[in-house]
T-cell receptor, first 113, second 114 residues
């Protein structure tokens, strides 16, 4: 079955530690996105990528980094510079320029120890 | 910039009641409008969409009409079920087809009691 997988489902981060969230899709989509979800805040865009080896900052990119070395993978690193990382992180993908067919993964919940 | 405003929750209704969740937007040009649904612990699923003024999106008994004159896209359902309990997000994409991602409202938590 085609879809988007995110791992792990839960992730714990210690102070000063970088952690990486995985996002993989087998839908052959060109575009991939990372959103952060906080209670009562809706979803906010962190980074997006329209093509391999290229990505752009979204509205809240500070403290995060991404890479897009393969079409099917778009990992997100939460760095130690992100002072409030506790949130639900959602990855999405779509065919290039057709965001209304955007598909979401099941999400990763990041908690700080 | 673009923005989406939707009614605060939680919204609590009895089974078979009529549902309306209000959504208004601010955007330049002619955005596409969406409703997404999120069940507990899961990602978002597209519920319905409308891409131009006066279009009506519909799915699973839910409907929403793109009203450019009132910049609104209210979600309605005639008879809700317990299984409709979820968080509902209104969203828009800009006139470039949303290449920069979607703009979401804060979400409305819907609780349906038997």
């Amino acid at each position: 079955d085609g879809g988007i997988t995110q791992s792990p489902k839960y992730l714990f981060r210690k102070e000063g530690q970088n952690v990486t969230l995985s996002c993989e899709q087998n839908l052959n989509h060109d575009a991939m996105y990372w959103y952060r979800q906080d209670p009562g805040q809706g979803l906010r865009l962190i980074y997006y990528s329209q093509i391999v080896n290229d990505f752009q900052k979204g509205d809240i990119a500070e403290g995060y980094s991404v890479s897009r070395e393969k079409k099917e993978s778009f990992p997100l690193t939460v760095t130690s510079a992100q002072k409030n990382p506790t949130a639900f992180y959602l990855c999405a993908s779509s065919p290039a320029g057709i965001v209304e067919t955007q598909y979401f993964g099941p999400g990763t919940r990041l908690l700080v120890l | 910039g673009n923005s989406v405003t939707q009614m605060e929750g939680p919204v609590t209704l009895s089974e078979e009641a009529f549902l309306t969740i209000n959504c208004t937007y601010t955007a330049t040009g002619y955005p596409s409008l969406f409703w997404y649904v999120q069940y507990p612990g899961e990602g978002l699923q597209l519920l319905l969409k409308a891409t131009k003024a006066d279009d009506k999106g519909s799915n699973k008994g839910f409907e929403a009409t793109y009203r450019k004159e009132t910049t609104s896209f209210h979600l309605e359902k005639g008879s809700v079920q317990v299984s409709d309990s979820a968080v509902y997000f209104c969203a828009l994409s800009d006139q470039r087809g949303g290449a920069d991602g979607l703009t979401f409202g804060k979400g409305t938590h819907l609780i349906i009691q038997p």
